[in-house]
């Protein structure tokens, strides 16, 4: 532990603190704004906590002189509060008017938005009001200056009025100077030693001014009393709800941030790394800085399910992880947004909570691919990264993604490869057939088999037809005899590297690799609506 | 002095970050440019076995965002220069889906009319830069030294649509590597593919595919590899170690990417050109150098 200490790994530690959690240097990156709404809402906040809510712990501690209606105190407490303010309205614009594109914003959000909107806006009402009450005039007048003859206290209560914002009709403008002069004479002997003049709580006295003329009624009303549960109670409700709130994030975020800064992954027992990726879950506050610049992003414009962002990812997952159940159609949707992911690693850079994402979706994924529903998206080369971890899952578990989206997307065309089966050579009425403009182009083969000779994939099997089903130009012909579903059921689609070997080969100009991808599109279709078929027929739910 | 958005896709950035920081520092010594947009995304690649709508968004989304920039595009993928090559060949012709991604296209902000060229750093290399102006920076010229060059399929095929260069008789990457001094060999299945496209889907045959090619690179007396593409690079480094891990008594044949291999012989260092970071050890590379020219 000393030796940790006192290594190089303190530096880094300290300059995590310093750069990463304290000033936020990756949002600054980001966008100056949002760095500003950040900034305003942190230091607001947390300044506010101490110097307001725990000032006779905290602040008493620090200065010997600290009296909450004193200055720079009294100032303070109102230029925090503005500056949360400030933050709040900054979110809320970026929220709800910015339009940012992929910024999504959640019940958590506007709770969070929300909570501290409540919190900041009754604090100002609440010393709004009481800068204008009577009542509290009255309470402080007679506890700090009772001895003071009725005249005397007229002359205070003027000068309150004319000066310290102050709304009571028992006294009436305009005020004689020298009862002013009395007054302010009183007010320096008995109130000021404790009393900071109320115009430097500006926007508490800005907020008093503007409700001056309700303030009579307001005050009979006891309003004093009202907002003061209003704005005690939401502090309370912030607080006891914090755990289970985006808030959390206060506590979570720096030490996601500062746990990142100095774990290496590969040193670290796996059971360290688990309790920091429970942590990690809690660290997000959803600010959708990954979503920006998620690398699948486009695929989530063409999918529109939002678990292919990254940021929408996280509640899911942090549901599986507290062993909640997902319905069958959100498993789907996270099982096919955690794996449409080109694994680019940017969302774990960007993150300004230092979350390892990274991690997350490798460890999520695997899990969710073997208990979820088959997910069409194993057999693209988003695998690849899965292909290259493959060492991570154990050997006789780790075809069955694979095998499950074979049967799901290719499998039940299979009997029609059959050799023994009769062919009907009548194309089928309104039958699929892959008619996207140039990959049209099978009509042209006139079955010279060089697409197969060149094919590596065919040149890399003793028994090609065997493991393949057909092969390119027996699938060009297919699709001439109008027998798609057949070339569908092709383990060659799958098997196809891509590589154009065949297409470039074709003295025929047979677009034969464009013609296998669409054959895939097809064939992954039919599971889509397959899907949506049983789903109308209530299969969900 | 050139000018190019530079596209290094999904894998560099995460998993073969040496060939951006080599690629770079190459550029650098012949004054082209780089200009990099943030927003770019996946080229589409990896989404196009499944998705074709995901794949010529995402493709047509990052040359909207070069076009509006008024650059050309510097590619280091052999896949996403494909994917977009193939994109931009698809966007050309008319129908519902291309209006489609124009319609989102637009809803973003952003304009597409096919005006961006996209080049392959190979390309740009070769063409703009040009073999006379690569040897006057080549200070050390290999000796004695057997490349097997990688061309990799997405650059090559279809040649109608990517026109990089001859498809039966290429010969760009060769000059580029001869003009370090080294020597490119010819070898058996040196235009096929690395095996890569079915990494993680059928890793039988991608590894197949690879040991075919190493039997015939280490056959032709081939010291290295050399690639222009992170999905040839990995197959080739990688994967090729986990592979040789697993069979006892197989000999590996190292991978050296382009900018690697060409920054060495021109004085770069070592650490700039990230050596330490391929998988398989290149180190004894530098010892085919020879001394500085005068
Ligand atoms: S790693 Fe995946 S989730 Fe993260 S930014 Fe890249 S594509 Fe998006
Ligand atoms: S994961 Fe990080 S970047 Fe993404 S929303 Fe959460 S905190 Fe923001
Ligand atoms: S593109 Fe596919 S079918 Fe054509 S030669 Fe390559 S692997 Fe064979
Ligand atoms: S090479 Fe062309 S013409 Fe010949 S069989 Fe294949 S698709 Fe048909």
Redesign the interface.
Known sequence: MLAVIFSAKIVRLLQAFVLDVLLQRKILKESVLRWAMHMLIFWGFILLLFMHALGRIVTDALFSNYEPTLNPYFFLRDLFGLMVLAGVVVAVIRRFFLKI?RLMTSSMDKYAIGILAVIILSGFLLSGVKITSKTEFSDMAEEYAGWLSQEELRALESYWVSDQGLVSSDVTRPFAADVLDQGKQAHESYCAYCHAPAKSAFASYSTGKILSPAAGAMDRAGFVGILWYIHFLSCFIGLAYLPFSKMLHIFSTPITIMANAVMDEKKSKPENVATRQIIELDACTHCCTCSL???????Y???QNTYILPSEKIAPLKALAAGRDLNEAETRAIVEGIY?C?????CT?VCPSGINL?QLWLNARERLLQQGPAE?????????????N??KTPADIYPLP?EKADNAVSAKYRPLLDPDRSIDLTPPAGGQQPT???ENTFSYCFGCQNCSTVC??VG?YEDPQEQLGLLPHQIMCSLGLGLTETAMGAKMI??C?????C??HCPQNV?V?DIL?EL??MA?AGVDEGRQNHDQAGGLR | MMRYSFFIGCQIPSRVPQYETAARAVLKNFGVELADIRQFNCCGYPMRNVDKKAFLLSSVKNLALSENQGLDMLVLCNCCFGALKNAEHIMAEKGPLQDEVLGKIREMGLNYQGKTRIRHYLSVLYHDTGIAAIKKQVHKTYKELNIAVQYGCHALRPSSVTQFDDPVAPSLFDELVAATGAKSVDWTNKLECCGAPLMGTNDALSADLFSRKREAAIKAEADFFCTSCPYCQIQFDTVQQMLVEDSAGQKALPSILFPQLLGLSMNIDPQTLGLGANKLDISKIESYLSKDKE
Do not use: I
């Not at chain 1, 590297?497 to 070997?501: A, E, I, P, R, V």
């Open positions: 594109p610049y998620c690398s699948a992003m486009m695929g414009e063409a999918r449409l080109t694994n680019c690693d940017r850079v990274r069409p998206l194993v057999l693209s080369q988003l695998s690849f990264v899965r292909g290259l493959r060492k694979l996207s403009g140039f590596p994939v890399n799958w098997d590297l891509t590589c154009y070997q297409q470039e677009n690799t991808y895939k599109y992954v």
